[in-house]
């Protein structure tokens, strides 16, 4: 298969074997992560690869999804400012732009790019992934597993491993209801629009799991509930010492 078809066959995957990744091969993978594009060249994102069970399985209380417990390897990636406001304090200078809001947005853009990153190359080397958007269900609790100083911000998780599990792809939405020429397009019923693509996700759950109530991509929207801990993340991050506010010259 061709680099494209493994980006356009992504799938997530949720069941590993046991085998882990050889070293030579993982070792491969956080390069990939470190050469990728990052804002203004300041890297401003770290990588944490969880070792110890015990941790993993704080994580997935965290997460409360138990198979994160058994991914073979699991990396939780950082919004970082601490080490270049560490770099520039130990140069003399010392700045309110330092904890910003700028400064956090570069981080969470640095990481999140790395992160897809090393899942492109993953997939390509043969291996599955999952990412875990549920750290951030108990961000105070995270910090106090990953013993985070302060200008950090864990911000996705990742499993690697061998697939024990080959999942339908999954049906996306129609290019045309999110992909614009020059202006944002407004439609006057996304229901209409997405009539068909209602019908592929319907038959897509149907397939996947007959025991499980099948919905609709719309009817899923509408549903959606809040995770209350998330509701909280701007609050969270400024405890982490990060401002929201503008900064005054």
């Known amino acids: 298969m061709n680099p494209i078809d493994v980006l356009l066959n992504h799938r997530t995957i949720r069941e590993f074997k046991s085998s882990p990744i050889p070293p030579q091969q993982l070792s491969i993978l956080l390069d990939v992560a470190k050469r990728t594009a990052s804002s203004q060249g300041m890297q401003s994102f770290s990588i944490i690869r ?29 919004v970082d400012a601490y080490r270049n406001s560490r770099i520039a304090r130990e140069q003399g200078v010392v700045s309110d732009s330092e904890r910003d809001s ?50 950090t911000f864990p911000m996705l998780g990742l499993g690697i491993g061998v697939p024990n599990q080959k999942p339908q792809l999954k049906p996306r939405m129609p290019r045309e209801a999110n992909v614009f020429d020059d202006a944002y397009t407004v439609f006057d019923s996304y229901k209409e629009l997405l009539e068909d693509y209602d019908e592929e996700m ?47 010259n």
């Open 50 to 78: 969880i070792v110890d069970p015990a941790i993993k399985a704080q994580i997935a209380e965290v997460c409360n999804q138990e198979y994160v417990a058994r991914v073979p390897e699991l990396f939780i990636f950082l």
């Open 102 to 151: 700028d400064r956090f947005f570069q981080g969470w853009t640095d990481a999140s790019l790395a992160a897809q990153n090393m899942v492109a190359a993953a997939e390509m080397g043969g291996f599955g992934t999952v990412y875990f958007g549920s750290i951030l269900n108990n961000v105070p609790k995270m910090i106090e597993i990953l013993k985070l100083p302060e200008l």
């Open 202 to 248: 319907e038959q897509y759950y149907d397939m996947r799991d007959t025991n499980r109530r099948v919905d609709s991509f719309t009817k899923q929207i509408a549903s959606k509930k809040p995770v209350l801990m998330r509701q909280h993340l701007i609050q969270q991050a400024e405890a982490q010492g990060f401002k929201f506010t503008d900064v005054k």
